[in-house]
Each structure stands twice: as C-alpha cells, then as structure tokens.
C-alpha cells in the first residue's frame, strides 16, 4: 500500500477553517448589523468573537506539533480492533 505526506491531511482542515471563517464573518456581520442594539447584543458578539478566537488559537497549537512531512500509511489512521480477535 502506498504512504502519503502527513500534510494532505491539511487540505480538508483548511477547507474547513475556510468555511468556518466565512460563516463566522456572516453571522458577526448580521449580528452587527439586524440584532438589536443593547448590551445583551454587544455581549453575545464578544463572547462569539473571543470563543472562535481561542478556538483558532487551541487548533493552531495543537498543528504546530506535528511533523506534517512524515510519511504515513492509510491503515495507519484507521482504529484497530485488537479486542476482537480476542473474542474469537
């Protein structure tokens, strides 16, 4: 079987952060621009703001720790089921 950079793995995440990134642009947009102006209102965007901020932040950490030019089998990152050849 053939083995793949790590990196390909980067290509679904980072169309993922892209959508997440548009979607966190409309709704702040909508929030800012059709919800009602009060401090319920104000609050709510922070605390959306702050909670995808660390979100980004925590992810991003976590890919700054993995060597992503290593070569990996795709058997590689699928569970295995050790437990049930026990059961046979």
Do not use: C
């Not at 390909?8 to 642009?25: D, N, R």
């Not at 030019?69 to 699928?78: G, K, T, W, Y």
Request: proline share 5%; glycine share 6%; charged share 15%.
């Amino acid at each position: 079987m053939t083995s793949f950079p790590l990196a390909y793995l980067l290509i679904p995440f980072g169309l993922v952060v892209i959508f997440a990134g548009l979607f966190f642009i409309f709704n702040v947009f909508h929030i800012k621009r059709y919800a009602i102006r009060s401090t319920a209102t104000t609050s709510l965007l922070l605390v959306y703001l702050v909670s995808f901020g660390f979100l980004i932040a925590i992810s991003g950490g976590y890919l700054l720790t993995v060597d992503w030019q290593r070569e990996v089998m795709p058997r590689d990152l699928l569970p295995t089921f050790e437990s049930s050849k026990r059961l046979e």
